[in-house]
């Protein structure tokens, strides 16, 4: 047993047969979104509503106290001011509630006092035992257990899937759960930590890392509480082979000054948190694209060795481009094979060449036979492992043949180990029609060349800090 072994246990705040709600409103936005999340996102455990003010709300019996319940709670959701926290702490410790989630704010981010309320959670949850998120969070989220105990109205969009994602911030969590449904993206778990007094976020880390339906975990974070706990999860994040993406707040002075007035947090040094990350093979990243589209490759990855990628692009100053940035994030673009040369010269207009990027003529994407000759030919060329594919995206109307050729494409991944994927041009809003394909198929889709590069080049990377640490 290590100390701090209950912390561990995250099962009781992630799937509880039943939650308090602490401050239930049909008026307050948190009092009413949360009744609304759970019950919208499916959550078949019982709702408890606790307003002292009420005998029913949301058409059913509402209780003056947690104490006037028969039945056991498994957890709580707090969405009141922060001095009436304890006291309902103090309730549900009595209760016997072993898990739940403090919304409320002023706490140690906000003065000399909510700095003693927090110590004051901390104890209450210790000599109880409670698995608390918070406070100063937006909550969290188990997609495949239907449990919506999160702020945010799009979390009723959310997937199942394999995408776990830990969060210091509420904010950009919200923000990231619209990325999700944009994207098409499987959700597992999201979980805004706030302020971290009683579970950080290696605590969360080191839950998700054993949890079967987490393949993927985006981090984005200020500090690191438990760094043996970090270490011990990071460690076996690498035995299983589920990548790390991180985004770390508070490189610079004015961001460490930041992180301090969101959450408290003390941020460490950046030079500490590279070697780190990098002993660990946690990929980094700076900013929310490179985070998305990161996690968009990840969550979709198949093992390459990066020996070289394929290109499909119909323009031909496009190509120059497009190789050019290739060769600035190291991404190689090995020569086409003979073989390769000669399949596609069947097709290939005789006023184009055949070359790496390949320059396929826009008419490609309405037939289909010169298309799917052209992209299996990259597929089946025994020096790539990676091909990409830049085709229109009409954004007014939906396109049958560009809804063909992506599902060509699609047909086509299933059957090699290579990755496939699309690209666009640049940062473009998707259409509806687009949305639903990248949510019904595994292809994966970034925005723009140099993005989709950065996120490969990570995936080369991380496959070759793997098979460092087998050898």
């Known amino acids: ?75 709580f959701i707090m969405t009141i001011p922060a001095p009436a926290v304890i006291p309902a702490l103090q309730d549900c410790r009595a209760k016997g509630v072993k898990a739940g989630i403090i919304i409320s704010a002023g706490f140690a981010e906000a003065s000399r006092e909510g700095i003693t309320l927090q110590k004051q959670v901390q104890e209450i949850a210790a000599a109880g035992e409670m698995r608390i998120c918070g406070p100063n969070c ?16 799009d979390v009723k969009f959310l997937t199942p899937g394999n995408i ?10 919200n923000f990231m759960q619209l990325a999700a449904w944009d994207r098409g993206w499987g959700m597992s778990h999201l979980v805004s930590c706030g302020n971290q007094a009683v579970l950080n976020v ?3 880390l080191d839950y998700l890392v054993r949890d079967a339906g987490t393949d993927v975990i985006g981090l984005l974070m200020e500090e690191i509480k438990d760094e043996q706990k970090f270490r011990r999860a990071a460690e076996l ?26 959450t408290g947090s003390i941020a460490g040094s950046a030079r500490y948190y590279d070697a780190l990350f990098k002993e660990y093979g946690i990929t980094r990243v700076h900013d929310l694209d490179g985070f998305i589209e990161t996690v968009e490759i990840f969550s979709k990855r198949k093992r390459i060795t990066g020996k070289g990628m394929g290109l499909f692009v119909p323009s031909g100053c496009e190509c120059g481009l497009i190789a050019d940035i290739a060769h ?64 229109q995206m009409p954004r007014l109307r939906e396109s049958k043949d560009v809804v063909a050729r992506f599902l060509d494409v699609a047909e086509a991944a299933e059957k090699t180990d290579k990755i496939v994927l699309f690209f666009s041009r640049a940062s473009v809003s998707l259409p509806e029609y687009w949305r639903k394909l990248l949510r019904e198929h595994r ?15 990570a995936l080369v990377d991380y496959y070759r800090f793997l098979a460092r640490r087998a050898n």
């Not at 776990?164 to 969590?173: A, D, H, R, V």
């Not at 184009?352 to 010169?370: C, M, Q, T």
Request: charged residues 25%; aromatic residues 8%.
């Open 1 to 75: 047993m290590i100390e701090n072994d209950w912390k561990s246990d995250l099962t009781p705040l992630f799937n509880p047969r039943s939650i308090a709600l602490i401050g239930a409103s049909e008026t307050s936005h948190y009092g009413r979104a949360f009744y609304h999340n759970l019950t919208d996102f499916g959550y078949t455990g019982k709702i408890v509503l606790i307003n002292p003010k009420r005998d029913e709300l949301f058409g059913q019996q509402c209780h003056r106290s947690l104490q006037d319940i028969p039945e056991p709670v498994d957890a």
């Open 164 to 173: 776990s994602l830990i969060f210091q911030s509420g904010g950009l969590l």
């Open 202 to 204: 290696s605590d969360y």
């Open 443 to 457: 292809v994966p889709f970034v925005l723009e060349y140099r993005k989709a590069f950065k996120a490969l080049r």
């Open 138 to 153: 937006f909550g969290l989220a188990n997609v495949h257990g239907r449990v919506g105990a999160i702020s945010g109205a």
């Open 237 to 262: 994040a690498i035995k299983r082979e589920k990548p790390i993406i991180m985004l770390k707040i508070g490189s610079s002075q004015k961001g460490k000054r930041a992180a301090k007035a969101h």
């Open 328 to 391: 600035q994030e190291g991404i190689k673009l090995p020569d086409l094979s003979p073989e390769t040369v000669a399949k596609i010269a069947q097709v290939q207009s005789p006023f184009l060449s055949i070359l790496n990027p390949l320059n396929a003529p826009e008419a490609a994407v309405r037939k289909a036979d010169v298309f799917k000759t052209c992209v299996n030919s990259l597929i089946e060329d025994k020096a790539l492992d990676m091909v990409g594919i830049r085709i």
